[in-house]
Antibody, heavy 117, light 108 residues
């Protein structure tokens, strides 16, 4: 079945750019009708949608993060990626990737990214 | 876009039924039949429990049901079991996507 796995640095310095990749297995990221999304969850807090991308490259971003977020897709590697610039401690969170077919399903296991010097 | 409004906590005894509300606006919950609900146990990724307001994915117990009236969606869990204790989040399509703040369910 379809599985997603996040990867990337677990520690990022303030003002730098957070970069994560989601690798999709058990299916093609180029399948029609699906978006692929990023969601985050600060420690002890709720879920926040970051943005989603279609395999063709069309993107939707959370307006509150739009100025700092870039989501891209690499169909040859069956991956999609997240870049969040100018990070602060408030960006410390578990970052999840998920297939976005409104709803989000399935999800990756999540990866904790800490912003600290 | 503002987060959808959920009660911070609800509780119930085993065997009872509980309902969690999720209130939005006509621009999100009220405007689309794309409300989904997720269950999250501590340290785990969220799990889809309900989609398109009231549809259950394969493998999800029929004790879980969803509904919507106006700008408020609801998740009902009947026959509460200990393993239902978790955080629950609603999510709505709104042109983009918006989550609720989450509700902690305690099974007494």
């Amino acid at each position: 079945q379809l599985q997603l796995q996040e990867s990337g640095p677990g520690l990022v310095k303030p003002s730098e750019t957070l970069s994560l990749t989601c690798t999709v297995s058990g299916g093609s990221i180029s399948s029609s009708s699906y978006y692929w999304g990023w969601i985050r969850q600060p420690p002890g807090k709720g879920l926040e949608w970051i943005g989603s991308i279609y395999y063709s490259g069309s993107t939707y971003y959370n307006p509150s993060l739009k100025s700092r977020v870039t989501i891209s897709v690499d169909t040859s590697k069956n991956q999609f990626s997240l870049k969040l610039s100018s990070v602060t401690a408030a960006d410390t969170a578990v970052y999840y990737c998920a297939r976005d077919n409104y709803p989000f399903d399935p999800w990756g296991q999540g990866t904790l990214v800490t912003v600290s010097s | 876009q503002s987060a959808l409004t959920q009660p911070a906590s609800v509780s119930g005894s085993p065997g009872q039924s509980i309902t969690i509300s999720c209130t939005g606006t006509s621009s999100d919950v009220g405007g689309y039949n794309y409300v989904s609900w997720y269950q999250q146990h501590p340290g785990k990724a969220p799990k889809l429990m309900i989609y398109d307001v009231s549809k259950r994915p394969s493998g999800v117990s029929n004790r879980f049901s969803g509904s919507k009236s106006g700008n408020t969606a609801s998740l009902t869990i009947s026959g509460l079991q200990a393993e239902d204790e978790a955080d629950y989040y609603c999510c709505s399509y709104a042109g983009s996507r918006v989550f609720g703040g989450g509700t902690k369910l305690t099974v007494l």
